[in-house]
């Protein structure tokens, strides 16, 4: 993933919240916890507003074509 690329959310929520919405990627944010775990969560930008997502939903965004 690189930043500012186009994606689309298939994720199906309760919400549906992110379900077919575009989204843009906004770069890693990087968790060093006190017991030396890395934790890497990734920005999206959606609906005006910059969201967090864990690693585990990346499988549910697909990258646009330009």
Do not use: P, Q
């Amino acid at each position: 993933m690189e930043l500012g690329e186009l994606y689309r959310c298939t994720f199906r929520s309760s919400s549906r919240r992110w379900y077919n919405k575009l989204c843009v990627y906004g770069g890693e944010d990087i968790i060093n916890r006190d017991d030396g775990a890395k934790i890497i969560n990734h920005w999206f930008f959606v609906d005006g507003e910059m969201r967090l997502v864990d690693a585990a939903l990346l499988k549910y965004f697909y990258l646009l074509d330009n």
